[in-house]
């Protein structure tokens, strides 16, 4: 599927049906494991995206699938609990459709997260890294042939550090690496990575911060260390340790973004 079934003024009109606000302050997407940061959110409630015309489901074990809406420090919200993988089978378009839905409730910035594995040897399972820049190895994401734009993410970047430290939260900053999965990637893929200049890899998020960048979507993204990739470590890969890492730095991970929510 390369386009939506539904326009998204059409899903944007579902959820105001809904309740969901007319305008937002911030959007929020949710990599996984890292849904408990809707515990932060005031007045809250929630559709599952099974409900919302145009939605697809999620697949991922830690994407719950629901979008929820509130506020946050008195600010309007809405979070995306899941995001669409291009693995699952979804089209680039659909993949950005929270970032897509963010533009069209009038968000003033979207915060991005994800899990990813650490190619930086001397990052850390838990370290939360600020996205300073990214690689399309493949150039696997396009933006219509039309479009002609450069993204540039240190100037958020640079933000998202100053608030870290302002609220005494130590974060890392690097280089994300997009791969399409659903595979982990391979020792020799790895050692590629890091020659590339890449400190994190992951499969999701890029295709966003694309999108958002072409939109004129102020963007922020934050990478969790939830493993180390292949070959860094002598142990097997495992996605339950993507759980485990969240539900160690969940309460942290929610101050920064209710930071990044109050002054970014």
Request: cysteine-free; proline content about 5%.
């Amino acid at each position: 599927m390369n386009k939506l079934p539904y326009s998204i003024t059409q899903i944007r009109k579902f959820l105001l049906e809904r309740d969901f606000p007319e305008k937002i302050d911030s959007a929020v997407i949710l990599g996984s494991g890292l849904g408990d940061f809707i515990s932060v959110i005031e007045d809250s409630f929630s559709i599952p995206y099974s409900e919302i015309p145009g939605f697809p489901e999620t697949s991922v074990q830690g994407h719950s699938g629901d979008l929820w809406t509130g506020t946050v420090s008195g600010r309007s919200i809405i979070a995306f609990s899941g995001r669409f993988h291009h693995y699952e089978g979804h089209a680039f378009p659909v993949t950005v459709l929270p970032v897509r839905l963010a533009e069209a409730f009038g968000a003033e910035k979207l915060i991005i997260s994800n899990a990813a594995g650490s190619i930086n040897t001397e990052f850390s399972v838990g370290d939360l890294m600020v996205i300073d820049d990214i690689i399309q190895p493949f150039q696997s994401v396009a933006a219509a042939p039309s479009d002609r734009f450069r993204y540039n993410l240190y100037p958020e970047a640079a933000r998202v550090r100053k608030i870290a430290a302002e609220i005494g939260l130590e974060v890392q900053r690097g280089t994300y690496i997009y791969v399409t999965g659903p595979n982990y990637e391979s020792k020799a893929e790895i050692r590629a990575f890091r020659v590339l200049g890449a400190d994190v890899v992951g499969m999701s998020t890029v295709p966003e911060l694309v999108e958002a960048s072409r939109l004129n979507l102020r963007a922020a993204a934050i990478s969790l260390v939830t493993n180390m990739a292949a070959g860094v470590l002598k142990q097997k890969l495992d996605h339950s340790e993507v759980k485990e890492a969240a539900e160690a730095r969940k309460d942290d991970f929610a101050r920064l973004v209710t930071a990044l929510i109050e002054k970014l």
